[in-house]
């Protein structure tokens, strides 16, 4: 039996160097690639794949948001974040929104296969670096995971703090979203205000050190 692949990342070379492998592969078969998390978005509901490789960090739409939206939409696919951020924000804001596999770019491509391998069969997958960090925090996380990881932003407020920190102006963010400008206006004055943040250089900051941008 065969499974379709979703390869997300904003990185042309990497992408292509990935479909080559799995060229060699009868088993799994790539039906997609996207270059950001909302194409991501949009050929996942379009294609319906098995499993997406996710990277975490992509301009417009992040693969944590990219990945809470797939799963939102299809709970049946299996994410494996492929990244090249091993701190543990990224980890757990992955692990939280659903992902069921986590490991490193420098991973070799026979640990990628044995990933996928591991969450088509229902089982949760994390590199060895990856688990060694998990594993390490775990005490201090169990008791504050939930406040640590929850953040007081909706999934749209989110995406609008993302885009205004990668210095998109409200009307190309209104198009990006296909919404209207003042609606972009309210969700900016909402973040600021629950955030309180006073300025572009605050919520920039804040966006950074949530990971919802590395820019």
């Avoid at 609606?183 to 804040?206: D, G, P, S």
């Amino acid at each position: 039996m065969s499974y379709s692949v979703l390869l997300a990342d904003d990185h042309q070379m990497f992408r292509e160097g990935i479909c080559h492998l799995f060229e060699s592969r009868d088993d799994l078969f790539v039906v997609g690639e996207a270059g950001d998390g909302r194409t991501a978005v949009q050929m996942a509901r379009k294609m319906n794949p098995q499993v997406v490789i996710m990277d975490v960090s992509m301009p417009g739409l992040n693969g944590i948001e990219a990945t809470r939206q797939i799963l939102a939409d299809n709970p049946e696919v299996k994410v494996v974040a492929l990244s090249m951020h091993s701190d543990r924000r990224f980890v757990l804001k992955m692990l939280k929104v659903g992902a069921s596999g986590y490991l490193l770019k420098d991973s070799v491509f026979d640990e990628l296969i044995h990933a996928i391998q591991a969450v088509i069969h229902g089982k949760t997958y994390l590199s060895p670096e990856i688990a060694g960090l998990v594993l390490d925090d775990y005490r201090n996380l169990s008791e504050h995971a939930e406040e640590k990881t929850t953040s007081p932003l909706s999934p749209r407020e989110r995406e609008v703090v993302q885009l205004i920190a990668e210095g998109q102006t409200s009307k190309q963010i209104a198009e990006a979203l296909n919404v209207s400008t003042k609606t972009i206006e309210t969700h900016r004055a909402q973040v600021m205000r629950k955030l309180n943040v006073h300025n572009l250089v605050e919520l920039t900051k804040y966006a950074i050190r949530e990971g919802l941008t590395s820019i």
